[in-house]
C-alpha cells in the first residue's frame, strides 16, 4: 500500500512495491532507495536464519546462509544502478514477483530508515545529507511485519509483525548485533517470552500470519539472526511505537486492545487501554502532555493517559461532509476506477468505513485523520483541559472547510494546490507541514499544507507557496509518473482485519448442516451433476 512520511530533513513515500526519498534541502532531486529483493523466505529459511551469523562451513568463518544479504560489492553495484535510474531495486527477483512494501519509517535523528518487505525483510538504511540512501544491513524477520520504528536514539528498530509479537534489531547491522544482548542480559529473551501475561509461547489466535497460512515450529519463533523477542499478543500487531523518552513501548492489536509495556522489559506490562470496538489501526503520542491517542475501525479517535484511563472519544462520521460520507459507505473505489469492491472482502465489510490512519503535530496540537477510500482529511484539535478533540477542518483535496472556530484559507494566488485526486491513502505532518497522498485509479498525486494555530481555536491550513521548498518538493516527486504508479497486483491489509458478524457464522454453520445438495432436490444450478459422486441416504440426505 502507498504511505508517506515526512520528517525535517527529507520525504519518504513508497507506491507499495518502491521507495522514493526527496530530501527538503536539495528538493530538485528524487532518489531511489535500493531496496533489495531477496528470494521469500522458506521454513528451511528461517530455522537457518535463526542460527547463530558465523557458521561452520565457510571459508573465513562467517556465514553460509544465502539469505544473509548483499555484500558491499553487490550493494555499491545496485547502488550506482539505481542512481543512474538503469535499474529497479525493487524488480528482477528470482520469481519473478514484485516485493511489497509492508513498512517504513525514518530514524528520530533522520539518519537512517527502516524498511520491512514482502519477503520477511528488514533492512536499514542508512541516509546522508544529500539524501543518498546506503544500505546498512538486510535481516530476516519470523513473520511479515505490520509496523516499524525507531528508538530515540536510532541504536534499535522495533518491529511488529502478523503473528503477533514485537521484536528489536540493532540498527547498526550484524557485525554490532551483540551489543543489544550484552546491555539487557543474556536471559532477556527468554523473560519476554515466558513473562507474557496471556501466556503465549508460539504463533497462536486467529490473528496470525493471513497470508502465510502455516505454523511455525518452536525453532522458527526466534526474531531472525539478531532479533530479540520483546512481547506477544493473541492476534495480529497493528502498530508499534515507542513513547515517554523510550521507556515505554505501545503496541496495538486486531483484537481492538492497546497495551503499553515497560522498555526494554516489556513483560512487565504498565497499563491497557480498552475501549475500541474494532481493530486499532494506528497510533500516535503528545509528548507535552503525555497523551496516547489511538485510530480504530470503529471510525473512533481516542485519547488515552498513560494508565490506561479514557481521556476522550469522538466519532469522525458525525464530523465528515455529507456528500462525501455517501460516497463512502456505498462503497466506491476510486483507487481502481471502478465501483466494484475488492473481491476479497466479504459482504458484511465491503461497505464498513474506517479510519486510515491518523498523525499528530507536536507544534500544533492537531491531530489530522485520513479515512478509507475518503478524499478528505478531518483535522481536530486536542484540548487537555476539557478533555476533548474539537473538530476545527476539513480537507477533502479541492477545497479547505472549517468549523465555525477555525481561520482556514482554501488557497490563494501563487499557491501550489491539487484538485480532487481520489481518496486518500496517507497522511503525515511535520514540523507544521501536512503532506498528503493521494491515489486516483493506480496514480498517485501529492499535495503540502502549512498549518498554524493562532489563539486558541484560530486554525489557518493554506496550500504550500510556489515559491517555498515544500513547492519544489511536490514538483519533484509529481515528475516521476513512473513511481506513481501503483501496482493493481498489491493488496490493502484493511479489508482484512474485518472479523465475521454473528449473522455470517450461523449461515456458514446453517449450510455446513445442511450438506451438499441431492439431484432432485428442486435446485436447477449444477443439475446434479456434482450430486452423482455423493453417497446419500435413503431420505435423500
Known amino acids: 500500500m502507498a504511505a508517506i512520511i515526512a520528517s525535517t530533513e527529507f520525504l519518504l513515500l513508497t507506491n ?8 527538503i534541502r536539495s528538493p530538485g532531486e528524487f532518489r531511489r532507495v535500493p531496496v533489495p529483493s531477496f528470494r521469500s523466505v522458506s521454513r528451511g529459511d528461517q530455522v537457518q536464519a535463526s542460527l547463530p551469523a558465523r557458521r561452520k562451513g565457510a571459508p573465513d568463518g562467517g556465514s553460509t546462509d544465502p539469505t544473509d544479504g548483499p555484500t558491499p560489492e553487490e550493494d555499491a553495484a545496485l547502488q550506482s544502478k539505481v542512481d543512474a535510474g538503469q535499474a529497479d531495486s525493487n524488480k528482477g527477483s528470482e520469481d519473478g514477483q514484485p516485493n511489497y512494501i509492508r513498512a517504513m519509517a525514518i530514524s528520530h535523528t533522520g539518519s537512517h530508515v527502516a524498511v520491512c518487505d514482502d519477503r520477511k525483510y528488514l533492512h536499514v538504511f542508512s541516509v546522508d545529507k544529500d539524501g543518498k540512501c546506503d544500505i546498512v544491513s538486510s535481516r530476516c ?34 557485525g554490532q548485533g551483540h551489543s543489544r544482548r550484552d546491555a539487557l542480559g543474556d536471559s532477556q529473551g527468554e523473560s519476554a517470552s515466558a513473562g507474557n501475561s496471556d501466556g503465549r509461547t508460539g504463533a497462536e489466535g486467529e490473528g496470525g500470519d493471513l497470508q502465510d497460512g502455516e505454523g511455525e515450529d518452536e525453532d522458527e519463533k526466534g526474531g531472525g539472526e539478531d532479533g530479540t523477542l520483546l512481547l506477544g499478543h493473541l492476534s495480529m500487531l497493528l502498530g508499534v511505537m515507542l513513547v515517554d523518552g523510550g521507556t515505554k513501548v505501545v503496541t496495538c492489536d486486531r483484537d481492538e486492545k492497546i497495551r503499553v509495556s515497560n522498555f526494554p522489559d516489556a513483560y512487565n506490562i504498565h497499563a491497557y487501554c480498552l475501549g475500541h470496538t474494532e481493530f486499532v489501526i494506528d497510533l500516535a503520542y503528545c509528548d507535552v502532555n503525555k497523551i496516547l491517542l489511538s485510530a480504530s475501525g470503529d471510525c473512533t479517535v481516542r485519547a488515552w493517559s498513560m494508565g490506561g484511563i479514557q481521556i476522550c472519544s469522538k466519532n469522525v462520521l458525525e464530523d465528515l461532509p455529507k456528500d462525501i460520507h455517501t460516497a463512502q459507505i456505498t462503497g466506491t473505489d476510486s483507487r ?11 459482504p458484511d465489510t465491503k461497505h464498513r468505513p474506517s479510519i486510515r490512519q491518523i498523525s499528530y503535530c507536536q507544534e500544533c496540537r492537531l491531530v489530522f485523520v485520513a479515512l478509507e477510500r475518503s478524499p478528505a482529511v478531518l483535522v481536530y484539535q ?9 473538530h476545527v477542518a476539513t480537507l477533502d483535496g479541492s ?31 511535520m514540523g507544521c ?40 518538493v511536490v514538483k519533484t516527486v509529481s515528475e516521476q509518473t513512473s513511481f506513481l ?22 449461515k456458514l454453520q446453517a449450510n455446513l448442516k445442511r450438506g451438499p445438495k441431492v439431484e432432485g432436490s428442486g435446485d436447477g444450478g449444477n443439475g446434479g451433476v456434482l450430486d452423482k459422486k455423493v453417497k446419500v441416504g435413503e431420505n435423500g440426505r
Open 382 to 390: 486536542l484540548q487537555v483541559s476539557p478533555g476533548c478533540l474539537h
Open 399 to 429: 477545497s479547505v472547510t472549517s468549523s465555525s472556530a477555525a481561520v482556514v484559507n482554501p488557497g490563494s494566488e501563487g499557491s501550489v494546490v491539487e484538485g480532487d485526486a481520489g481518496p486518500v491513502v496517507s497522511v503525515s505532518v
Open 336 to 346: 481502481n476506477g471502478s465501483h466494484e469492491t475488492n473481491q476479497h472482502q466479504t
Open 16 to 23: 507499495g512495491t518502491d521507495v522514493g526519498i526527496c530530501h
Open 141 to 174: 524477520t519470523a513473520r511479515r511485519c505490520t509496523d516499524v520504528c525507531f528508538s530515540p536514539d536510532d541504536s534499535l528498530v522495533l518491529v511488529a509483525d502478523k503473528s503477533g509479537d514485537a521484536y528489536s534489531f540493532p540498527s547498526l547491522g550484524q
Open 433 to 472: 507541514r501536512l503532506w498528503v497522498l493521494r491515489q486516483q485509479a493506480n496514480s498517485l498525486s501529492l499535495a503540502a499544507y502549512t498549518v498554524s494555530v493562532e489563539g486558541e481555536r484560530e486554525v489557518k491550513i493554506l496550500p504550500v507557496a510556489a515559491e517555498s521548498t515544500e513547492a519544489e
Open 485 to 506: 504508479t501503483v501496482d493493481s497486483g498489491a493488496e490493502d491489509l484493511l479489508p482484512f482485519l474485518w472479523k465475521a458478524t454473528f449473522q455470517e457464522d450461523f
